[in-house]
């Protein structure tokens, strides 16, 4: 039985060498002369670093501090004057002025052949000041009015006089007026008056005013004064009786 020789492989000298996966020096712990090979000039770009824009600062445009500044003075304005009106008040205690109509009378009630109305008016009004410390200077400019429903019969005007504290004065006052076709009006009137046995008027007044509070006259105010006013007739040259009356004032800057 023949044998057969075992075949060992053995080293040859001429083979390629077989170079290991794995760096026997670790990647980045040598440097040649002329840097590190790993890194080529040529194939990588050098890294662009983009400065960041600054914060921005919250400005605030000087209108808009105008604006503020406006605001706040217009605040401290109203305090102040709020506080002054509390203040005064308080002192003062003002109240509103009592006006009512004593007496009416027909001085002129005429239809005329051109169908307008002629009338004139005598007005007795009374005046109370309530206030203790506080004066009414009545000016000129004023207007009073007598009305019946939207027909205008008469004007007039208020004298100018001062009003002292706590004082009651009596105002007598001349009206005069004409209304242009007035047939209709006249007849209704009469009708009115031999159905209901009254006649309602309105007399209304306006009149400008300042007040004074101790030594200080303020600036000019206007009073305005609504009264109805219910008659038992339209008789000329008589006084009229006034069967109920009522009036409302107002203040108007």
Same mark, same amino acid.
């Given at each position: ?18 170079? =290991? ?19 080529? =000039? ?12 600054? =914060? ?198």
């Amino acid at each position: 039985m023949s044998h057969h020789p075992k075949i060992h492989p053995l080293d040859d000298p001429e083979a390629t060498p077989v170079h =290991p996966t794995a760096p026997l020096v670790p990647r980045g712990a040598s440097r040649s002369e002329h840097g590190d090979p790993t890194k080529d =000039p040529l194939t990588q770009r050098p890294q662009r670093f983009v400065p960041l824009a600054p =914060p921005r600062k919250k400005r605030r445009s000087c209108c808009y501090r105008c604006v503020c500044y406006t605001i706040c003075l217009l605040l401290l304005l109203v305090v102040a004057v709020g506080a002054t009106i509390g203040i005064l008040y308080l002192v003062f205690k003002p109240r509103l002025p009592d006006y009512s109509i004593n007496r009416l009378q027909l001085t002129q009630f005429v239809l005329n052949q051109d169908s307008s109305l002629s009338t004139a008016f005598n007005v007795t009004i009374t005046a109370k000041n309530p206030n203790e410390k506080i004066g009414i200077y009545y000016e000129d400019g004023s207007k009073i009015t007598v009305w019946y429903m939207e027909a205008k019969l008469s004007d007039g005007s208020l004298p100018k006089f001062y009003q002292g504290h706590g004082n009651t004065t009596v105002i007598y006052v001349e009206m005069t007026g004409q209304t242009q076709d007035a047939s209709g009006l006249m007849a209704t009137l009469t009708d009115q008056q031999q159905r209901t046995g009254n006649i309602p008027l309105r007399i209304r007044v306006n009149q400008p005013v300042r007040v004074k509070l101790g030594k200080l006259k303020l600036m000019e105010l206007r009073f305005l004064v609504r009264c109805g006013v219910f008659v038992d007739s339209m008789t000329t040259n008589n006084v009229i009786k006034i069967q109920s009356s009522s009036c409302k004032f107002k203040l108007r800057l």
